[in-house]
Structures are given as structure tokens and as C-alpha cells.
């Protein structure tokens, strides 16, 4: 369409201005900091902001707290990039794409992961991280990201829509939170020549 409005490029290294949606557009928020690649000096920050997800149950399985320690075993893997969202100057948010399966048929398949702190979420920066681990897996030669949430985390289930994921399927009763089963959807976005 040659009239059809142009979409900002969205950058690694800049945060665009975005928008949120709460029925009608509240406001534009200027968001400026930059996505990069995770260091090992991130460990501490990550983990803690990972925690806060293992906390409120609402986006992982997992219910042991994690260290610096654990997330550096991240690091191991140089074929799976770990990023990580600044504002001014504070680590915010993270983003990871971890093996699919220890198999080499799948090397080519990742699990992305995205946690924003809760004190700077509903500002666009899951977005903004999400962005740069595709571009950032795309690049890296993977030809497909899976994602896994709780099929109740409408949240997150909108976040990947944007991203292109499609549903693919539902794993019922996969595992509990606080004694509760609960059910994940299976997501999955085509990169490179699989996308054609």
C-alpha cells in the first residue's frame, strides 16, 4: 500500500517510542535505553528479576530461586544469545533463547524466555526485548522459536501474537503451581527460509 503509514524500525541498540492499549491509546511513552547482550556482571540482576517471576507463579513451573551462579551457567552456549533491557542505566528486563533439545536435529529450533522487573512493566519493554531475541535468533541461523505459557497469561499470549507466534497447541495438566495443575500453550514463530 503505498499510502499505508511506515513503522519505526525498531533497533537493538534504541528503544522506540511506544504505545499502550487500555481501551482507547492512554499516551505515547517515551521509553529510551538500549537492548544488548547479557555479561556476567548481569548475573545478580537477572536472577533476581527471574525470581520475581518464580514468586507470583504466573509465567513458570519453576519454584526454586535462582543465583548469579545459575544464570552464568547460561553463558555456556555461545549459539544462544542472552540480552538483557537497560533503563537509564538499570538492568529491567532479560530475554533468553535456550536448546530446544540436546538432539542436533534441533539445533536449529531455540525456547525464548522474556521477564521484565515488576516495577518497570506496561511500558513496552517486553516488546522491545522480545524484538531484538528474534531479530537476534534470526541471525544466529535458527529457523524457529518456541515459546510456553500458561494459557492464562493473556499478557504474554498478546506479546507473542504481535511477534507473528501461532498457537499450536495446548499441554493439559503439564505441571502445578501451589499444588494446581495447570495447562501450557505451545507457540511457535518460523524464521528465514522456514517463514517462506
Same mark, same amino acid.
Given at each position: 500500500?503505498? =499510502?499505508?503509514?511506515?513503522?519505526?524500525?525498531?533497533?537493538?541498540?534504541?528503544?522506540?517510542? $511506544?504505545?499502550?492499549? &487500555?481501551?482507547? @491509546?492512554?499516551?505515547?511513552?517515551?521509553?529510551?535505553? #538500549?537492548?544488548?547482550?547479557?555479561?556476567?556482571?548481569?548475573?545478580? #540482576?537477572?536472577?533476581? @528479576?527471574?525470581? *520475581?517471576?518464580?514468586?507470583?507463579?504466573?509465567?513458570?513451573? %519453576?519454584?526454586? $530461586?535462582?543465583? &548469579?551462579?545459575?544464570?552464568? *551457567?547460561?553463558? +555456556?552456549?555461545? =549459539?544462544?544469545?542472552?540480552?538483557?533491557? +537497560?533503563?537509564?542505566?538499570?538492568?529491567?528486563?532479560? &530475554?533468553?533463547?535456550?536448546?530446544?533439545?540436546?538432539?542436533?536435529?534441533?539445533?536449529?529450533?531455540?525456547?525464548?524466555?522474556?521477564?521484565?522487573?515488576?516495577?518497570?512493566?506496561?511500558?513496552?519493554?517486553? $516488546?522491545?526485548?522480545? #524484538?531484538?531475541?528474534?531479530?537476534? &535468533? +534470526?541471525?544466529?541461523?535458527?529457523?524457529?522459536?518456541?515459546?510456553?505459557?500458561f494459557v492464562e497469561n %493473556?499478557?504474554?499470549?498478546?506479546?507473542?501474537?504481535?511477534?507473528?507466534?501461532?498457537?499450536?497447541?495446548?499441554?493439559?495438566?503439564?505441571? $502445578?503451581?501451589?499444588? %494446581?495443575?495447570?495447562?501450557?500453550?505451545?507457540? %511457535?514463530?518460523?524464521?528465514?527460509?522456514?517463514?517462506?
Amino acid at each position: 500500500m503505498p =499510502n499505508a503509514p511506515r513503522r519505526a524500525p525498531v533497533h537493538l541498540d534504541r528503544w522506540p517510542k $511506544t504505545r499502550r492499549r &487500555a481501551g482507547p @491509546i492512554i499516551a505515547s511513552v517515551d521509553t529510551h535505553g #538500549t537492548v544488548r547482550s547479557a555479561r556476567t556482571a548481569d548475573c545478580a #540482576t537477572i536472577a533476581a @528479576i527471574y525470581n *520475581e517471576g518464580i514468586a507470583d507463579g504466573r509465567s513458570t513451573f %519453576e519454584t526454586q $530461586t535462582r543465583t &548469579a551462579a545459575d544464570i552464568d *551457567e547460561w553463558f +555456556e552456549s555461545a =549459539n544462544h544469545p542472552v540480552l538483557v533491557a +537497560e533503563s537509564d542505566g538499570m538492568v529491567v528486563g532479560w &530475554a533468553r533463547l535456550s536448546p530446544y533439545g540436546p538432539r542436533p536435529c534441533y539445533a536449529g529450533v531455540g525456547e525464548a524466555s522474556v521477564y521484565v522487573a515488576a516495577s518497570a512493566r506496561g511500558r513496552g519493554l517486553g $516488546t522491545i526485548i522480545a #524484538t531484538a531475541l528474534r531479530d537476534r &535468533a +534470526e541471525s544466529a541461523g535458527f529457523h524457529k522459536v518456541i515459546g510456553k505459557l500458561f494459557v492464562e497469561n %493473556e499478557q504474554s499470549r498478546r506479546l507473542a501474537a504481535r511477534h507473528g507466534f501461532r498457537e499450536v497447541g495446548v499441554h493439559q495438566r503439564h505441571g $502445578t503451581v501451589d499444588g %494446581e495443575w495447570r495447562d501450557v500453550l505451545v507457540m %511457535e514463530l518460523l524464521l528465514g527460509k522456514a517463514a517462506n
